[in-house]
């Protein structure tokens, strides 16, 4: 239980410790009194009744377990804004530049940037602020309404009530002016049914003056998800209670069913009543009229609409599934109408008043059309010749033939100028003349210069048998110094293949002779030798 600091207890100690803390469970013994007089419950915790070794308590006790800090001086009040507590008349040291405050700096200054600050006018010193410093509590600081005035919401409670007054005074001056209208109208009959017209016009304003002192006759006061207790909601009841509940319609146990749960009566109560006396039909006559029709068309579309792999929700987007049955529709009007027109367009429109063509209504003529086996028609029927979408026969740049008239040399030209530049002007005869002219003197400058140019005699060019690919006849070569050429050509193929047999020191010789030459082309292997696999 609650004791003091731990110390070494004999096992007897011990023993008797714990039967007096279960005497004093039981209630034989007297609870343990801590240092303010007060019992300790013996029935709480050992590890919540003992005191941490380093509090140093000496008698059982559970101050530890309370709040042992002491409160702050939290305050509730705010800051006072816009309050000033002195205003000097000229420029302290250390004070703002700008106004001469001293309880901020220039950096920190609201005021607008003079021109010449209070530091080197001395004028206008404007007052200190109020500084002050709170001590706030944890609710304190993350209060939103912290230091607002209550009292500043009136304000905007006036400026509602000035709204609502000044709008029941324009329908009170309305009103006026139509009784003042009833009373100068008297024209007879016409007059009757106007005033009951306006009549039933100041009864609606009647209505709009005060709502709050209407009659309640359907309100309903219903607990909204609550066990018991809790917030209430309003609920007007649109039937009337004078009316007929629809079960009392019909009291034949055979007639529709009427769910008491739902409220629901799905058939009509009764059929054979007469429709025009009749004032309620059955439940699935709402279904099958009015808007609850288009809605079901509107699911049956997104329905259709989502199996063809449209991505449409009518649940999950609404308004989407609205707009693309509204097209759907659009689109459809439109093709039935071209179908329309393209069907009256190709069979024609009997009920039409137009006039019929006589070859159609008597089905014949006088005009004698022969015809082949192929249906090819023969005589008495002159053959329209194709016409081309281009235009043909068009002149331009003074032309009078068309581009493409003439053919000469591969290229088209026009045959009028026999000129072969498309967008040339024309040039008539003169141009034909002209260019066989500049055509016969090139020819005849051309002949003059061949007659007079010296054709020089071609060059064989040969070159040294040691580098070139021919080998002159007159070639003598040594046949030991080419057998010795051989030899080495045979080493330096070896070396070639194997690296290891390569030398260190390579020896470079920038004269080749004629035999050795004669050795690189005789080991030499050609691509195109047939029998290079032999020569390896």
């Known amino acids: ?111 607008r940037p003079r021109k010449v600050g209070a530091k080197w006018t001395s004028k206008h010193i404007a007052p200190d602020e109020k500084i002050e410093t709170f001590e706030l509590d944890y609710d304190g600081k993350r209060d939103r309404w912290n230091g607002y005035d209550a009292s500043s919401y009136a304000l905007v409670i006036e400026r509602y009530e000035a709204r609502d007054n000044a709008r029941r005074k324009y329908l009170k001056e309305q009103q006026l002016k139509k009784l003042e209208e009833k009373n100068n109208n008297q024209n007879g009959e016409d007059g009757d049914s106007d005033e009951e017209d306006e009549e039933d016009d100041l009864r609606v304003d009647e209505a709009k003056v005060d709502e709050s002192k209407q009659m309640d006759f359907a309100k309903v006061e219903k607990r909204v998800r609550t066990t018991g207790g809790g917030s209430t909601g309003t609920v007007r009841n649109l039937r009337i209670r004078e009316d007929t509940a629809k079960y009392l319609l019909n009291l034949d146990v055979n007639s529709a069913h009427y769910d008491p749960k739902t409220r629901s009566m799905r058939e009509d109560p009764l059929p054979d009543a007469d429709p025009n006396e009749k004032f309620y039909e059955g439940d699935n006559q709402y279904r099958n009229s009015g808007q609850a029709l288009e809605f079901k068309q509107i699911n049956i579309h997104a329905w259709e609409a989502f199996e063809k792999g449209q991505d449409i929700h009518m649940q999950a987007a609404p308004s989407q599934a609205e707009l693309l049955y509204k097209n759907y529709k ?46 090819r028609i023969i005589k008495g029927q002159e053959l329209a010749l194709p ?46 003349e002209a260019a066989e002219a500049v055509n016969e003197l090139m020819k005849s400058n051309i002949a003059r210069k061949g007659a007079t140019e010296d054709v020089a005699a071609p060059v064989e060019e040969k070159r040294p048998a040691t580098w070139g690919s021919d080998v002159p006849d007159d070639l003598e070569l040594d046949q030991k110094l080419l057998a010795e050429a051989l030899k080495k050509e045979d080493i330096r193929k070896r070396e070639e293949k194997d690296e290891r047999k390569r030398k260190y020191n390579v020896r470079w010789e920038d004269e080749v002779t004629a035999e050795e030459m004669e050795a690189y082309r005789m080991k030499k292997i050609h691509h195109d030798d047939p029998m290079k696999s032999f020569l390896s």
């Open 1 to 111: 239980m609650a004791t003091a600091s731990v110390a070494f207890k004999s096992r007897e100690d011990h023993r008797k410790q714990i039967e007096l803390e279960e005497a004093r469970k039981a209630g034989l013994a007297p609870a343990e009194v801590d240092e303010d007089g007060k019992e300790i419950n013996p029935h709480i915790p050992q590890y919540m009744s003992s005191a941490p070794w380093y509090l140093n308590a000496e008698r059982p006790s559970l101050k530890h377990q309370r709040k042992w800090k002491s409160d702050p001086n939290y305050t509730k009040s705010w800051y006072d804004r816009g309050a000033k507590i002195y205003q000097a008349d000229k420029y302290r040291k250390g004070a703002c530049q700008n106004c001469g405050a001293m309880t901020h700096d220039l950096k920190s200054c609201m005021e």
């Open 330 to 375: 659009v689109i459809k009007e439109k093709l039935k109408f071209q179908t329309k027109d393209t069907i009256l367009e190709r069979y024609g429109n009997a009920a039409s008043e137009e006039e019929i063509p006589r070859e159609l209504l008597l089905g014949q003529s006088e005009r004698e059309v022969e015809y082949d086996r192929a249906g």
């Open 387 to 432: 016409r081309s979408k281009y235009e043909e026969d068009v002149f331009v740049n003074n032309h009078t033939c068309v581009w493409g008239s003439w053919w000469k040399d591969h290229q088209w030209g026009y045959k009028c100028c026999k000129q072969t530049i498309r967008n040339s002007y024309c040039t008539g005869a003169a141009g034909i």
